[in-house]
């Protein structure tokens, strides 16, 4: 005979299911994820970088004086004058970084932009105010196979705790 602790089941089931879909989600992305970033342009990147999840950008002039350091990430200013990319390090290289970036390209979020506003970056000090494209991007340069290579057991061990966690929410009973 068993009796079932509703609460731990649950929250062990949903550790499990959600770190476990997750796992899986994030192993089928690094089976299809390219063996070499796509060399694109900005204007290309900001048209096909839904179709690219790693590309490497082939131009752009840097902005030295407008590199953005919060947390743990810095962030440097890339234009082509027509767009502006905030290009993401885990470390703080030096400006011109000695290779052209690569990583995960993508429009800036909300809450990234205003932390970045908060410490001074102004999009108007890169391409003028009435440049046709408004929106601002991010290369997260840390994000490419490596990523992978720790993602992946670490969603696997966090699913496995949860199956963990189930269990003791299955008492036997005598």
């Known amino acids: 005979m068993f009796r079932i602790n509703w609460v731990k089941f649950a929250m062990g089931l ?23 970033p796509v060399d694109m342009t900005i204007s290309e990147a900001i048209m096909k970088s839904e179709e690219n999840p790693w590309i490497r950008l082939t131009d752009g002039e840097w902005h030295c004086r407008y590199a953005y350091t919060e947390k743990t990430f810095s962030y440097i200013s890339l234009t082509d ?18 290779e052209r970036p690569s990583g995960a ?9 205003e932390q970045l ?6 999009r108007e000090a890169l391409v003028a105010p009435e440049t046709k494209e408004q929106r601002i991007f991010v290369l997260f340069t ?32 005598s």
């Open 117 to 122: 506003v908060s410490i001074g970056f102004k």
């Open 14 to 36: 949903s550790i499990f299911l959600g770190f476990g879909a997750y796992a899986v989600w994030t192993g089928l992305r690094w089976m299809h994820w390219p063996t070499t």
């Open 142 to 173: 840390h994000e490419g196979p490596g990523n992978f290579m720790i993602t992946v057991p670490v969603l696997v061990i966090l699913s496995l705790i949860g199956l963990a966690y189930l269990r003791t929410g299955i008492e036997r009973v």
């Open 105 to 113: 390209f993508r429009e800036i979020a909300s809450p990234l932009l």
């Open 81 to 98: 004058g027509k767009a502006v990319v905030l290009v993401g390090y885990e470390d703080e290289p030096k400006c011109p970084p000695s």
